[in-house]
């Protein structure tokens, strides 16, 4: 299995930026797909988790709530982050990642074994 992160770009402060990442493999939705993010000096920090199947009741960072949606079609084995309101704050390198527990919908970057390439998302002011 592969990821395949796009879409990252410069944008406006409150403008909208959408997220890809693709996945390559069968097992695409048996495992949950979270993104992360990552700036200059900082550590890497969960942004949004979607959990396997359906990926009913996915998990936000608070500092996304209300701003960015985590959604998955399942038939293009696609896991999309629509990001909304972007703030200067939200600069950025942004990862896709899959988890290595099935079950649960975990946030700790540690519990992902699989990650694609990073995207740039910078917002202006």
């Known amino acids: 299995v592969q990821l395949q992160a796009s879409g990252g770009g410069l944008v406006q402060a409150g403008g909208s930026l959408r997220l890809s990442c693709a996945a390559s493999g069968r097992t695409f939705n048996s495992y949950p797909i979270g993104w992360f993010r990552q700036a200059p000096g900082t550590e890497r920090e969960v942004v949004a988790v979607?959990?396997?199947?359906?990926?009913?009741?996915?998990y936000y960072a608070d500092f996304v709530k209300g701003r960015f949606t985590i959604s998955k079609d399942i038939a293009k084995n696609t896991v999309t982050l629509q990001m909304n309101s972007l703030k200067t704050e939200d600069t950025a390198v942004y990862y896709c990642?899959?988890?290595?527990?099935?079950?649960?919908?975990?946030?700790?970057?540690?519990?992902?074994?699989?990650w694609g390439q990073g995207t740039q998302v910078t917002v202006s002011s």
């Open positions: 990642a899959r988890s290595r527990i099935q079950y649960t919908t975990p946030t700790a970057p540690r519990l992902f074994g699989l």
């Open positions: 979607i959990g396997r199947g359906s990926g009913s009741s996915p």
